[in-house]
């Protein structure tokens, strides 16, 4: 198995931004710390507030799982529980270049099997 990459959105309530604003520069650091990320960002759409972008890039799905537990363990997984989620997931073959995917999901849960939890 090759690369795992995921893009979307995640919506948050106005009445849960300020604890996820405060909390997220902190999750990125701590993500792309991780051994096997790639590329981790989330960024808030300056034309949608509560709206924010994110791209993520994991060198293997072994890498990716354990992004998901990390996160889904940490403060960030308490303070972004139930926010909605739209993620498609990519897995690519790391010698073919082939792609396996994408999923799509919407969620309102924080761990879900085919959303990303670490976001």
Do not use: Y
């Not at 989620?85 to 270049?97: K, T, V």
């Amino acid at each position: 198995m090759g690369e795992v990459r995921l893009e979307g959105h995640v919506d948050v309530p106005p009445e849960r931004l300020p604890p996820v604003r405060a909390a997220l520069a902190e999750h990125v650091r701590l993500t792309r710390a991780e051994p096997g990320c790639l590329a981790f960002s989330v960024r808030e759409d300056p034309r949608r507030p509560g709206r924010f972008t994110v791209s993520e890039r994991f060198a293997s799905r072994a890498a990716f799982d354990v992004h998901q537990a990390r996160a889904a363990a940490s403060p960030w997984g308490k303070i972004s529980d139930r926010v909605p989620r739209l993620i498609a997931a990519s897995a690519f073959a790391a010698q073919e270049g082939r792609r396996s995917g994408p999923a799509c999901a919407r969620s309102a849960m924080a761990r879900p099997t085919t959303t990303n939890p670490g976001i």
